[in-house]
């Protein structure tokens, strides 16, 4: 039976660890993170269209819906690669915040490739929809393969791993707007004193022990993002003082995690966020 309409869920991501190796020659940088996924998402709805065109609609105004919206750009992509003469039309019902450095429009760019995939009968495997979604953006292969992963490379070269321990993240966005082309731009590797250890890291995934994975938390992208917006050194600094057991600002900013294990520290956490920031989220782990 031909399937006409197809569902995607487009889960954001938290970096655990960001670490920069150095500058490479084609402006990229190389990187060793590990990444993993909660459960606030982007949900696609996609749906065969009679004429050749890709239409794109989102219950949020403040996004493009054109050629420099990532899902269109992931329609266009896979249809002209695999020589699809079809039309699709997705709704984008947005809600992971906008440029957060939680990945939703490289998400919704992999569930729209996974989408498609299923929806032409392509039969890509995993690993043909991520090198096709390397081509849109250093995250998109790892939200295509979504879970926990190390990523090196520019971001594209994966890994997966176990899952992290189960736990609560709460998700804290200033409002200002950070472009991650500029983060990396003004990032300078000699200026970093320490890295954080990406062993100490892995060892307390495979222990599932979640007071070390707090302790190994690190970002070296904070160095920029945090010197030059105070609020998001605030925002951390508040999350701690109400007790949340780790926390870390996310890519390249500016929404910054807290871990929390317990249940009754998620209010306090919360609460300790008033006057600070008004856009809170609750989400737990993806594992
Ligand atoms: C900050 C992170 O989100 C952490 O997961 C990623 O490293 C960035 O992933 P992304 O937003 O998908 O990045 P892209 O769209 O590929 O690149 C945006 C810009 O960021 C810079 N960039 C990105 C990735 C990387 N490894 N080195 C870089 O220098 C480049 O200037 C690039 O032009
Ligand atoms: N599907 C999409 N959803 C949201 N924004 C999009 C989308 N496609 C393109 N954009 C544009 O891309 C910019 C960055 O949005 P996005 O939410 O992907 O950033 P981000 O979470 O910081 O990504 P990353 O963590 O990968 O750096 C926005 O300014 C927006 O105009």
Redesign the pocket.
């Known amino acids: 039976m031909m399937v006409s309409k197809i569902y995607e869920k487009a889960p954001?991501?938290i970096n655990l660890l960001l670490d920069v190796l150095r500058k490479r020659e084609d402006g990229f940088h190389e990187v060793e993170m590990i990444m993993t996924m909660v459960d606030l998402a982007?949900r696609l709805e996609m749906e065969e269209l009679p004429r050749d065109q890709i239409l794109l609609s989102?219950q949020v105004g403040?996004?493009?819906l054109d050629e420099?919206?990532?899902?269109?750009?992931a329609a266009k992509l896979i249809k002209e690669r695999y020589g699809v003469r079809r039309g699709v039309y997705i709704h984008?019902d947005?809600q992971?915040?906008?440029?957060?450095?939680?990945?939703?429009?490289?998400s919704?760019?992999a569930a729209t490739l996974r989408g498609l995939n299923r929806l032409w009968n392509l039969e890509l495997s995993t690993d043909e929809l991520e090198t096709l979604g390397a081509e849109l953006?250093?995250?998109v292969p790892f939200c295509i393969r979504g879970g926990t992963a190390l990523a090196k490379g520019r971001g594209e070269k994966l890994e997966s791993l176990s899952p992290p321990p189960q736990c609560w993240v709460i998700l804290a966005k200033p409002p200002i707007?950070?472009s991650?082309a500029d983060v990396y731009g003004k990032f300078r590797v000699n200026d970093l004193k320490e890295h954080p250890s990406i062993p100490d890291m892995l060892d307390a995934l495979s222990r599932q022990s979640f007071s070390d994975m707090c302790a190994s938390l690190g970002n070296v992208l904070e160095s920029v993002t945090l010197n030059r917006y105070p609020e998001v050194k605030q925002i951390k600094d508040c999350m701690l003082k109400s007790g949340a057991d780790g926390v870390l600002m996310?890519?390249?900013g500016p929404?910054v995690f807290g871990l929390v294990s317990k249940e009754i520290k998620v209010a306090r956490v919360y609460n300790g966020l008033r006057g600070f920031c008004k856009e809170v989220y609750v989400a737990r782990m993806l594992t």
């Open positions: 954001a991501k982007d989102s403040f996004i493009p420099k919206n990532l899902a269109f750009q984008l947005k992971i915040p906008v440029a957060a450095g939680l990945a939703g429009g490289s919704d760019a953006g250093s995250d707007n950070v991650t996310s890519g390249s929404t």
